[in-house]
């Protein structure tokens, strides 16, 4: 048997699609949706990137505070070493070849007195009928 084939020549060219509205529109519908999850999905993941980003910040700065708190201990135990009175007598002594002073080189000053006003400046207002130039007055008693 033979078989006989036959190829026929379709012209499509001349048939113009009819769009469906119904499918444009679900479609359309689906794509929003899938953007707005996308968007849920994108929030949710950078607000956990930033609780993690700010937690690994906490720690950092906790290390920061105990290192300057061991710093400020250390500084604070240098400060009152460096402060001492025996520290202070010994460099004195022997660096500085400091003694201590003999009865008859101390000198006892007397208290300072504190000076008494001798004059007070009075200002007169304008209007009360006194001169507007200051008055001068004498030492209060």
């Known amino acids: 048997m ?10 499509n060219s001349r048939l113009v699609k009819e769009l469906d509205f119904q499918k444009t529109k679900e479609c359309l519908v689906l794509m929003i949706l899938a953007m707005l999850c996308l968007l849920v999905l994108l929030c949710l993941a950078w607000q956990q990137f930033e609780v993690i ?3 690994y910040e906490r ?5 920061e505070i105990k290192h300057l708190t061991e710093i400020n201990r250390q500084l604070k135990l240098e400060r009152a070493t460096l402060r001492s009175p025996q520290r ?3 460099i004195a002594r022997k660096q500085l070849g400091l003694t201590s002073p003999s009865f008859d080189q101390i000198v006892i000053q007397p208290a300072p007195e504190a000076p008494q006003p001798t004059e007070i ?6 209007g009360r009928g006194m001169d507007a130039l200051p008055a001068r007055f004498g030492a209060l008693p």
């Open 88 to 90: 202070i007598d010994l």
């Open 59 to 63: 720690e950092e700065l906790r290390n």
């Open 53 to 55: 980003r700010r937690g």
């Open 121 to 126: 400046l009075v200002a007169a207002r304008e």
């Open 2 to 11: 033979t078989e006989i084939h036959m190829v026929k020549q379709i012209d």
